[in-house]
């Protein structure tokens, strides 16, 4: 005959479980609370082109991370809601619920993958150093000088990791970063290769800088998606690989970094499924 002891040990177990299934069912039902809606949340940049900005004649964010928000909430049958939000405030909208979803150029890390899931990466990059034109041209030569980054991305911990003897100044955008880079307050800027060939494309005095072709670290890009909420993930992974299948993805690639834009770019990867 079990004891007293025992009883509730084996009571109390049961209660945890069941409870922590209730609770995952309760937080695991985000698709169901989207569809019932009828719109998506999304965090995107609004001061990082080629992802993310603000049309200066319509006001509107506009960006590659855009369109495909705007293909995912066309998926889901809802209408979009975007949330302008910059790198270090990505994640805590996602985990406060205030988001449903992260569409903003974020990097799939081991660390990030913790906290939120991701889906398959619809982009890949990776990050290079912008500097003065007759600065040097290899990035160790960078090693023990001012660099910016942005606050809150992986630029930033690479170059702690890289150069330990940089000085690292994080700014909240890459507009910022830039401005710091004109005045001279850092020697180096980093970001997404993209990213600095569109900001270098934009710039008035563009003369006075250059991009070295060195890769501080390759990376890829996905949705972020709340911690378990297997449904949703799902759905954004098979919506993302249709996207590829039918050419959009292509189409939505060649609108922001194809032929047609200012730096041109190849498309060298393709969205899979996981």
Known sequence: MATFTQTKKAWTFSTLALLSTLSFAAHADKLADIKS?????????????????????????????????????????VKLELVATNPANRIP??????????????TITPERAQVIDFSTP??????????AADGADKLDAYGKSRIGAVKGTTGEQALHQRFPQARVLAYDDIPLALTALRNGNVQAITQDSTILAGL??????????????????????????????????????????????????????????GPQTKTPQPRSFKIEAK
């Open 93 to 106: 909208l996602l985990q406060s619920g205030k988001v449903d979803l992260i569409v903003a150029d974020i």
């Open 200 to 257: 270098l494309a934009e710039a008035p005095d563009k003369a006075k800088f250059k991009i070295l072709p060195d890769l501080l670290s390759k990376e890829e890009i996905g949705v972020g998606v709340p911690k378990g909420e297997t449904a949703l993930l799902n759905t954004v992974n098979s919506e993302l690989v249709k996207l590829e299948q039918s050419g959009d993805a292509a189409k939505i690639y060649d609108a922001w970094f």
């Open 37 to 77: 809606a009828g719109v998506v949340k999304v965090a995107t940049f609004d001061a990082n082109p080629p992802f993310g900005a603000v049309d200066p004649k319509t006001h509107d964010i506009v960006g590659y991370d855009v369109d495909f928000a705007k293909a995912l909430a066309k998926s889901l049958g």
């Open 122 to 131: 619809y982009f890949v990059t990776g990050q290079q150093f912008l500097v």
